[in-house]
C-alpha cells in the first residue's frame, strides 16, 4: 500500500524562485526611484560590513569606465576593529568591483541603495593573466557553486535571522522580557513593535521575501525569517537583511545584536541554515526515506562536519550557545529527524514539497558567504562519488548526549564538534577538503584574523564589560 502523501509547506525550487525574481534593482531605475547615493559593501573575514557611499552621478561614472571599480586598502582582510593581524600587508590596494546583479533599496536610509562587490587585484599578480583574488569570500562561494555543475546539483537556502534588541549597551540591557511567540513581547504602541514592523516592511521593500517574524525565548530577543534563494543570492540577502535590522534598531535609538549568547541564563541566537538539494537527476523523490542526492549530501556534510564551525562558529562567544540539552544542535556529529539536539535536523521529513536540511551550528558572527561556501562544498564531496550515508538517524525522544556510548556507535556517532574556537580552527586546518578548496594563503589570514578576533574579545576579565564589547561588535 503506497504511503499517503502528507505534503505540507510552500514548494520552493530553483526553477519558481528565478521565475519569482531576486528583487534586485537595475542601474537604469535608479534616477527615477530617487536615488542618490550608492553603498558599495563588501563583507571582511570577521563578518563586518563596510563600505564606500557614492554619489549616483560619479557611480553612474565610474560604470562607464573601462573596468569599473574603487580602490580598497589591502588591509581589508586583516583588519580586526583598529588592529592589523599578522600578515597583513601594509601596502598595495584591491578593487572593489560593483556586482550589479545585487543592488536593492536601503529603505532605512532614503534615497540610498546598496551594492555588494568582488574584491579583485587591480592588476595579475605575477605569472598569472586573472584578476579574480582567492581571499574574496563571494568569489570562493561562486567558484563552490560552479563545481555543482558537473552533478547538475542546486540548492536553496534560506536563514533565520535571530537578534536581541537593547535599550543600553553599557551596561547590556534588553528592550523587554517577553517570552517565546508570545504576544506580550510586541505590545502595541511600543517602540519594539513599531521597530519589528518597520524591519518587516524594509526587508520586502527591498525586494527579499520575509516569511514571518516573532518573539524568541530570551530577553529582548525577535527572529525574522527570509525566504529561500540560490546559495549566493541567498548570502547577499542575508547581508543585506541583517544590515536592515540593524539600521532599523538605530534609527530608534536601540542596538540589535547578533551576539551568540548575551545573556547566559537564556537561549543563544543563532543563524539556522535551511538548505535543499535539487537535480534532474534526482527527481523521484519518496515520502518516508531520502533521496540518493539528500543521502549523499548529507553523508558528505556529516563526514566534514568537524571542520565547518571555525567558519560558521568563529568566535570564542559561539561556543557560550553550543550545549548539549539547550536546543541549539547539540556538540555530537549527527543528524536526526526534527531532533533539534543534533547539529543537522532533518525537517519536513514526509513533507515532498519542503523537506530540507537545517544546520544548527552556525551563528551571526559568521561571514555568509564563506559558511555556505564550507557547507556546499562538504554537501558535493558526498555528491561527487554518491557517498553512502552510515550514520542513522536518531529520532525524537533520543538524542546523541543522553545515549551511552555503546548507544552511539550503534548509530554511527564517533565524533564530537569543537568544543571551542581552538578545536575549531585545528579542524580547519587538518580537513583535506578545506585545505583543497580555500588554498593555504586564505587559510592563513583567515586563522590569524580569526585568532586576533578571538583576543580582542576576550580581552576584558570582567564579564560585563567583554559582554559590551561583543555586543558592539555584533
Not at 502528507?6 to 521565475?19: E, L, M
Not at 525537517?347 to 537545517?358: G, H, I, P, Y
Request: net charge negative; glycine share 8%.
Amino acid at each position: 500500500m503506497a504511503a499517503k502523501d502528507f505534503s505540507h509547506g510552500v514548494q520552493y525550487t530553483p526553477a519558481n524562485v528565478a521565475d519569482v525574481g531576486l528583487g534586485t534593482l537595475k542601474v537604469e531605475e535608479l534616477k527615477e526611484k530617487g536615488i542618490s547615493y550608492v553603498r558599495v559593501q563588501w563583507v571582511d573575514f570577521t563578518n563586518i560590513v563596510r563600505m564606500r557611499v557614492v554619489p549616483l552621478a560619479y557611480f553612474l561614472k565610474v560604470l562607464e569606465s573601462k573596468r569599473p571599480g574603487f580602490g580598497v586598502a589591502k588591509a581589508t582582510f586583516g583588519l580586526v576593529h583598529l588592529n592589523m593581524a599578522p600578515g597583513t600587508p601594509a601596502a598595495g590596494e584591491y578593487l572593489l568591483v560593483p556586482d550589479l546583479s545585487t543592488i536593492r533599496l536601503c529603505p532605512y536610509a532614503p534615497g540610498h541603495v546598496s551594492v555588494l562587490s568582488w574584491i579583485e587585484e587591480k592588476a595579475p599578480p605575477p605569472g598569472s593573466d586573472s584578476v579574480e583574488l582567492d581571499l574574496c569570500p563571494r568569489t570562493i562561494l561562486k567558484r563552490v557553486l560552479e563545481s555543482a555543475k558537473e552533478s547538475e546539483a542546486k540548492f536553496l537556502v534560506g536563514v533565520e535571522h535571530e537578534f536581541v534588541l537593547l535599550k543600553s549597551v553599557d551596561p547590556v540591557e534588553p528592550i523587554n522580557y517577553g517570552d517565546w511567540t508570545t504576544t506580550g513581547g510586541l505590545p502595541s504602541g511600543s517602540v519594539e513593535a513599531t521597530v519589528l514592523q518597520e524591519i518587516a516592511d524594509s526587508v520586502q521593500a527591498s525586494g527579499i521575501e520575509l516569511q514571518l517574524y516573532h518573539v524568541e525565548a530570551a530577553p529582548g530577543q525577535f527572529e525574522v525569517v527570509t525566504g529561500p534563494l540560490p546559495p549566493l543570492e541567498a548570502a547577499d540577502a542575508v547581508v543585506h537583511t541583517r544590515e536592515i535590522i540593524t539600521q532599523t534598531a538605530a534609527k530608534h535609538g536601540l542596538r540589535a545584536t547578533f551576539a551568540p549568547r548575551p545573556f547566559m541564563t537564556s537561549a543563544g541566537s543563532a543563524a539556522h541554515i535551511h538548505i535543499s538539494v535539487h537535480s534532474p537527476k534526482d527527481s523521484q523523490k519518496v515520502i518516508g526515506q531520502l533521496s540518493p542526492y539528500e543521502s549523499s549530501f548529507l553523508a558528505g556534510m556529516l563526514a566534514h562536519l568537524p571542520a565547518i564551525p571555525a567558519l560558521t562558529l568563529p568566535t570564542p562567544a559561539s561556543y557560550k550557545r553550543m550545549f548539549d540539552g539547550a536546543w541549539s544542535g547539540g556538540t555530537y556529529v549527527s543528524w536526526g529527524t526534527e531532533n533539534r539536539e543534533c547539529p543537522i535536523r532533518l525537517a519536513n521529513a514526509d513533507s515532498l514539497t519542503s523537506r530540507r536540511f537545517e544546520l544548527r551550528c552556525s551563528d551571526a558572527t559568521a561571514n555568509p558567504h564563506l559558511a555556505l561556501a564550507g557547507i556546499v562544498a562538504a554537501g558535493l564531496s558526498g555528491l561527487k562519488d554518491m557517498q553512502p550515508l552510515t550514520l542513522k538517524n536518531v529520532e525524537s525522544p533520543l538524542t546523541p548526549a543522553t545515549m551511552d556510548e555503546g548507544q552511539r556507535k550503534v548509530y554511527g556517532i564517533t565524533q564530537r564538534l569543537p568544543l571551542d574556537i581552538a578545536q575549531a580552527r585545528q579542524k580547519l586546518q587538518n580537513d583535506e577538503l578545506f585545505i583543497k578548496l580555500f588554498g593555504t594563503e586564505f587559510l592563513e589570514k583567515y586563522l590569524s584574523v580569526n585568532n586576533m578576533l578571538g583576543d580582542i574579545l576576550t580581552q576584558d576579565e570582567d564579564e560585563a564589560k567583554a559582554l559590551t564589547r561583543l555586543v558592539r561588535f555584533y
